[in-house]
């Protein structure tokens, strides 16, 4: 599996990273808890079993975008949930989503869910937090909606667990 990835600029970098700190303070799951070198805040753009970093390199020149964020965006999962918060869709990164996916091809069934007309962009903040933590775990975060831009293009390679920086 290969992800084609956009990275928020350093202050909201370091918001998301204060939001992973305090879930791990309330002893809660966090993203924080991973502390291999290539995780990072991030938007995933793309998924795909395979791409050519042709065409995606060009697209790193759009780039830095506007980056607006929301409230707390919840994926539920067998009695336990993702809990992430909600990146909002704007004009220029609706935009820059159909270009990347124009550029790799489309995605497969197993990876719809990053097609343009499906994608819900998002930042993880914690993964497998049990419905009865929810509370907690939003409590905790205190995420507050943010402006700030995407400004990194990344590709990360799951099988070979190598990170490609774009921009």
Same mark, same amino acid.
């Given at each position: 599996?290969?992800?084609?990835?956009?990275?928020?600029d350093?202050?909201t970098?370091?918001?998301?990273?204060?939001?992973?700190?305090?879930?791990?303070?309330?002893?809660?799951?966090?993203?924080?808890?991973?502390?291999g &070198?290539?995780?990072? =805040? @991030?938007?995933t753009? %793309?998924? $795909?079993?395979? +791409?050519?970093?042709? !065409?995606?390199?060009?697209? *790193?020149?759009?780039?830095?975008?506007?980056?607006?964020l929301?409230?707390?965006?919840?994926?539920?999962?067998?009695?336990?949930?993702?809990?992430?918060?909600q990146?909002?869709?704007t004009?220029?990164?609706?935009?820059?989503?159909?270009?990347?996916?124009?550029?790799?091809?489309?995605?497969?069934?197993?990876?719809?869910?990053t097609?343009? &007309?499906q994608?819900? =962009? @998002?930042?993880?903040? %914690?993964? $497998?937090?049990? +419905?009865?933590?929810? !509370?907690?775990?939003?409590? *905790?975060?205190?995420?507050?909606?943010?402006?700030?831009?995407?400004?990194?293009?990344?590709?990360?390679?799951?099988?070979?667990?190598?990170?490609?920086?774009?921009?």
């Open positions: 599996m290969i992800s084609v990835e956009v990275l928020p350093p202050a970098d370091a918001l998301a990273r204060a939001a992973w700190r305090r879930l791990i303070d309330a002893g809660l799951p966090s993203a924080g808890r991973h502390t &070198e290539s995780n990072r =805040p @991030h938007i753009v %793309a998924v $795909r079993d395979s +791409l050519v970093l042709d !065409g995606l390199s060009d697209l *790193a020149d759009l780039l830095p975008l506007p980056l607006r929301g409230g707390v965006l919840l994926f539920p999962r067998s009695g336990q949930a993702v809990i992430s918060w990146v909002v869709v004009a220029p990164l609706a935009e820059f989503h159909r270009r990347v996916d124009a550029a790799i091809g489309p995605a497969d069934e197993r990876y719809a869910h097609a343009p &007309e994608w819900t =962009p @998002h930042l993880t903040m %914690a993964r $497998r937090v049990r +419905l009865a933590d929810l !509370g907690a775990a939003v409590e *905790a975060m205190d995420l507050s909606p943010h402006v700030g831009e995407v400004t990194g293009l990344r590709i990360w390679d799951a099988t070979t667990r190598m990170v490609t920086t774009l921009r």
